[in-house]
């Protein structure tokens, strides 16, 4: 039996990957504040989403290259995908 995630395209299981490690990175920087909402959390989750898709470039080679939080978040700066 073919599971559901066999159907996803390819771009958005990497994006979901990417976005989660993201969303991680958001938490532990912020976890001083107390606990992320679980609707803030799925929030930041599809917008990441949304974002990746339509920016692939500047994400997953950050992703590929940048394993630490502080890491991948200074690549995405630089990228300019923030700006």
């Known amino acids: 039996m073919i599971g559901l995630t066999d ?4 771009y958005q299981q990497k994006c979901q990957e990417i ?5 991680s990175c958001v938490e ?3 976890e001083s504040k107390g606990r992320m909402e679980a609707s803030q ?4 989750q ?24 502080t890491g991948f978040t200074r690549c995405l700066m630089e990228s300019g995908l923030m700006d």
């Open 7 to 10: 159907c996803k395209d390819p």
């Open 46 to 69: 599809i917008e990441c989403e949304s974002g990746c898709l339509r920016e692939q470039g500047y994400a997953m080679p950050c992703y590929e290259s940048e394993k630490t939080c």
């Open 19 to 23: 976005c989660g490690f993201f969303t």
């Open 28 to 30: 532990k920087q912020f």
């Open 41 to 44: 959390k799925s929030f930041m």
